[in-house]
């Protein structure tokens, strides 16, 4: 399977509640980053995660990384059906050249009115 | 300029035809990457430039697939005899040359490839 795997792939909720996307990887790293992708478009960075850093913040995005499961979680506070994408996590890994960033297959995200 | 330019929007090409893509980083961006998204999926790492000298080619089909990222110039991707498994969204990022900012990459628009 693939360097960062979201979990679900598909994820409906209606407008209001939480959204919570899982990301797994398998190789050491450097920080995992989430991104959104609204349909047609390029991908928007969100937030980025060091790999010594197990929270972090933004707005209403909440990123955990548990480095010894290897795995991070997205939640999305009182969703918008703006927030409505797919969502990618993504690995810059440890050792080497750390510039390939390696994409999961994402989650898609409906957000209900 | 603020944001990764990528023309065309669109392209498509016959099957065995030559496909040129471009991409302008954001100015002041030393890293450049391309990835291809086959079906809205997961995006494949092709190639990456530090300024204009190749960093990591790993993800590069080694026969037909080729790059550049010359001064003052977009930088291209170019297939040769594309084939039907070549199409594709082609996006291009790029990132800044230090400290944590060149972690972060910034997307363009993407370039849809479409080969008949």
């Known amino acids: 399977s693939q360097q960062g795997e979201e979990d679900p792939q598909a994820l409906s909720i209606q407008e209001g509640e939480n959204a919570t996307m899982n990301c797994s990887y398998k190789?050491?790293?450097?920080?995992l980053q989430w991104y959104r992708q609204n349909s047609g478009r390029g991908l928007v960075h969100l937030i980025l995660?060091?790999?010594?850093?197990r929270e972090k913040h933004s707005g209403r995005l909440r990123v955990t990384l548990d480095t010894s499961k290897k795995s991070s979680s997205l939640l999305i506070t009182a969703s918008r059906a703006a927030d409505t994408a797919s969502y990618f996590c993504?690995?810059?890994?440890?050792?080497?050249?750390?510039?390939?960033?390696?994409f999961g297959k994402g989650t898609l995200l409906t957000v209900n009115p | 300029g603020e944001e990764v330019a990528q023309t065309p929007k669109h392209l498509v090409r016959g099957e065995g035809q030559k496909a040129k893509l471009y991409c302008a980083p954001i100015?002041?961006?030393?890293?450049v990457f391309w990835y291809q998204q086959v079906l809205k999926n997961e995006f494949k790492f092709l190639i990456s430039?530090?300024?204009?000298?190749?960093?990591?080619e790993t993800g590069m089909p080694k026969e037909r697939f080729s790059a550049k990222c010359l001064p003052n110039s977009p930088c291209s991707l170019e297939i040769q005899a594309t084939k039907l498994e070549d199409s594709a969204v082609y996006f291009c990022?790029?990132?800044?040359?230090?400290?944590?900012?060149?972690?972060?990459?910034?997307f363009g628009p993407g370039t849809r490839l479409t080969v008949l």
């Open positions: 990022a790029s990132s800044q040359s230090s400290g944590s900012g060149r972690a972060e990459r910034f």
């Open positions: 190789t050491s790293i450097n920080n």
């Open positions: 995660i060091r790999s010594n850093e």
């Open positions: 993504a690995t810059d890994e440890s050792g080497g050249s750390n510039y390939k960033l390696t």
């Open positions: 100015k002041g961006h030393s890293y």
């Open positions: 430039f530090q300024n204009e000298n190749v960093f990591d």
